[in-house]
Each structure stands twice: as C-alpha cells, then as structure tokens.
C-alpha cells in the first residue's frame, strides 16, 4: 500500500477513527494488524518474513537477559537469522551472478540457480531497527521487553516501515509502551507534513524523476545532457524520500507518535561530513553507532581511522542494494569525507567559512553531492565507466542546448525546494527577517498560515502532479 492511493486514504480513515476510541492495549492491538495488513496488501507472504525477525528477537532480547551468560550466542542467533534473511533475499542474487562471472573468466561455464522472488518491501529498515534492539540488550542498554504485541509494533508500525525514518527501540518502543493522548496541535502540524510530502512527491520528485529516466535510457548521452540528467535525478531523490519521511511523520503524529527527523536540508551543507549530518540521519547515526564506534571510530592510527571510515560508508553503499555501483558510491563518499577532513585539519581551515565565502562552501558542497548521484543512479558498470569518460569536446551540435533544456526544466520544478533550503539557510544564520517572521507565527496567526499553507499545496499538487506516477525510490532497498 502506497500513501498516494485511494486504498491508503481509506485505510488510514478507519483505523484512525477506531484508534482513539479504544484503550492503550487495544490501541497496539490495532495498530499492529493494521499495519500487518498496510505490509502485506500487495505481498502477504511479506508478513511472514516480517514475523520470523520479529520472533527470533523478541526470543533472543529475553534470553540475552534471562541467561546473561550466553548473550553472546543470543545475539549471534539474531545477526544470522536478520543479516542471513537479508542477505538471501537481497543479495544471494549478486553474489551467485559474481562468482559465476568469476568462473567464467577462469574459463568454467556454470549455471547457478538464482532467486525469481520479489524483494520484500523495507526489508532493509526493519532488520536494522530490529537489530539495534537486540544489540542494546546485549549491551544492557535496555531492557527486554516481554510483551510480544508492544514489541511486535515496534518492528511493524506501518508509517515508516517501508522507507523508514530507522527507529530505535529506545525512542519507539518507549511510545508504543505508553499512553498516547490526541493532541489537535501535533495532529496539526502532522497534516502540514503530509501535504508539503505529497507535494515533493508527486509535483517535484514525479516531473524531475521522469527527465531523469528520459537521459538515463539513453545509451550515450552527450556530456550536458548526461549531468541534467545527474542533477535532476539529484533533486528526485531528495524530493522523493525526505517524502517519505515526511508522510510518515505527519501519518503517525495523528496516532499519537513521534518519529525522528529524517532530513534536515542536506543541500545546505557546508561539508561531507555535515551533509552525511543532514541526510538520511537515522541511518547515519545507525552505522555511526553500530558499526563505525565499535570498530574503532576516530581512534588510533590516521591510517586505521581512514581506514574504518570508508569501510563504513562502503557497508552503507552496499545495504542500499546489491549491485557494484552503491558499493562504487558509498567508496566515493568516504573518500570525500576523510579528504576534506584531512585536508581541513593540514590547511587549519575553519569547519565554518567566514562571510560570503560560506555560501561557496555550501556550493562546493553541493556539486560535490550532486556528482556522487551518478554512481547511484547507473547500475550498469559499462555504461557507468563510459559516462566518467565523457567531456565537452564529444558534444555534437544542438546537444548542449538540449542539456540546458533539461536542466532549467528540472531547476524549475525544483524550485519549492530550493527556497525552502534557502529560508533554512538564513533560519540557521538568524537573518533577521526570517527570525522575525518566524517569532510572529505564533498560535492562531500559524494555524491560520497552516491551513493556507495546506490549501495552497493541495490545489498546486492536484493541478501540477506528474503524469507519470513514479514509485518511492527507497521501496526498492
């Protein structure tokens, strides 16, 4: 079930008006069929795989603090049967198609069997917000938990299970366990989320999304062409996933929840780092926390702190799917990353540049995010490597005219979002308009701003929607 349906309007109507008509356990109660039933509308079986994640380590929490003696065991049973699904379902393809190529270059023909099953829908959000449970426990951060339906809504609540935003059990268990109370303000705010989401989606991610399919179908692009096409499809998934999240957000302040922010304008970072701040955070701070600090982090040797932080972004390019271009991207990403920071710390250049050179900072940036999208969006190595040797000089006549068609076209949808980056900008620089502006939207003045708000994006998606109705990117990790 997709947010942008008629089925999910519908289905979100009733369980909502049920929801706050019952008690807390009948609330969880609901919530988790529902969402069982939001999961598997298409896919049922999907539940299935959902539920043997769910019960391996709802066991494995109980027994790490039942017999602390063997926790380890505990723990390792849950990485095997999360990491083991994961890696079967999303990845026994590649590595079957990888060693079978290897062979073959070694002169052996084989044919190896290969999976024909669909990728279960967010598999990789709910293994990883299951697993940073089980590992707490096993740290004695938390305790376990014994009620199997709070737990079992922990993993399954329907607003982020799908593209996330990666809860902790620390934050979202926490809420599943207490009283929710209806609160008009949040719920307020939450219909301003969902409407600003729909908008990105449908308006900005769904026309750029279809200038990036056009230009990336083409086997050889001129060199203009192919980078509107990077930047459009850039815009996209910024348009098209921080979405998501908004959606989700928005849907579950009207249960009574609060999910974590998700984005926080990435594309007015001042560096790498700051943008890996801002972008996708809750599974930033997944890998931060869960495999970046344990394997050593910052600490020791310049070379071993290099070294572990581009093993983390190469594991983070590789959960976003099996395929070598993302493994590609999160090693251009941790280059960059360790680059500048190295290079800061030898030229002693503040984290901050003064003045009018922040904005070139920001710029800077921003091409340098923009470029890695390419190595995102072209799974196919040959055609990847053909378009890195592109240049100027192999443009034929016309084709950079047809570039800059593509680019103003993309610039132009995206327009929402380049102001709404640019009004945070200045937020985070305390210019005076817009910290005045923001003091006086204050009680009824806001929600009467919100209302207008909300009408003017429902008017603007229904008349501006793409034509072409494009999936959420992050569906397919």
């Not at 994640?53 to 049973?77: C, F, H, I, K």
């Not at 990888?98 to 270059?105: I, T």
């Not at 850039?234 to 979405?243: E, N, T």
């Not at 995102?376 to 040959?382: K, L, M, P, Q």
């Amino acid at each position: 079930m997709i947010f942008h349906s008629l089925d999910f309007a519908a289905f979100f109507l009733i369980v909502v008006t049920i929801y706050w008509r019952l008690s807390h356990r009948a609330q969880n109660v609901l919530l988790l069929g529902a969402s069982y039933v939001f999961y598997g509308w298409i896919h049922p079986w999907f539940v299935l795989i959902m539920l043997a994640s769910t019960t391996v380590d709802y066991w494995a929490g109980q027994r790490m603090e039942d017999d602390p003696a063997n926790r380890r065991r505990y723990l390792a049973a849950s990485l095997v049967v999360n990491l083991g699904m994961l890696g079967v379902f999303k990845y026994f393809n590649f590595f079957v198609e990888n060693v079978r190529d290897v062979l073959a270059a070694m002169g052996l023909t084989v044919a190896p069997p290969l999976l024909e099953i669909a990728l279960p829908a967010g598999i990789s959000f709910y293994t990883f917000q299951a697993l940073s449970y089980t590992v707490d426990v096993y740290k004695g951060e938390m305790h376990a938990r014994r009620n199997p339906v709070d737990f079992a809504l922990f993993v399954a609540f329907f607003p982020h299970l799908v593209a996330g935003p990666i809860m902790r059990a620390k934050n979202l268990l926490v809420q599943v366990e207490y009283d929710r109370v209806w609160d008009a303000t949040k719920a307020r705010h939450g219909v301003v989320l969902v409407a600003w989401g729909l908008f990105k989606k449908l308006v900005i991610a769904d026309n750029v999304g279809v200038i990036a399919n056009r230009v990336f179908s083409q086997n050889d692009p001129a060199f203009e062409v192919l980078w509107a096409g990077v930047f459009a499809f850039g815009m996209q998934i910024y348009a098209d996933f921080s979405a998501y999240s908004d959606i989700a957000r928005g849907v579950a302040r009207w249960f009574g929840f609060e999910l974590v922010v998700n984005f926080d304008h990435p594309y007015i970072a001042h560096s790498p780092t700051d943008f890996w701040r801002r972008w996708h955070i809750s599974l930033s701070t997944w890998f931060r926390d869960y495999l970046y600090i344990p394997l050593g982090g910052n600490r020791g040797p310049a070379v071993v702190a290099a070294c572990t932080l581009i093993t983390t972004f190469l594991v983070s390019g590789f959960w976003h799917g099996a395929s070598w271009n993302y493994v590609i991207w999160g090693f251009y990403h941790g280059v960059l990353v360790w680059s500048t920071r190295a290079f800061g710390r030898l030229l002693k250049l503040p984290e901050h540049w003064p003045g009018p050179l922040a904005l070139v900072q920001i710029a800077l940036t921003w091409v340098a995010m923009m470029a890695g999208w390419l190595f995102f969006r072209e799974t196919n190595a040959d055609f990847l490597g053909h378009f890195l040797r592109l240049t100027p000089l192999t443009t034929m006549e016309g084709e950079a005219a047809i570039g800059l068609h593509f680019f103003m076209l993309a610039a132009t949808w995206s327009l929402p979002l380049f102001i709404h980056d640019l009004w945070a900008l200045a937020r985070e620089r305390q210019l005076a308009p817009v910290v005045w502006t923001e003091s006086r939207l204050t009680g009824l003045r806001l929600a009467g701003v919100q209302a207008a708000g909300v009408g003017l994006l429902a008017s603007l998606t229904l008349v501006l929607r793409s034509t072409t109705s494009l999936d959420f990117i992050y569906f397919a990790f």
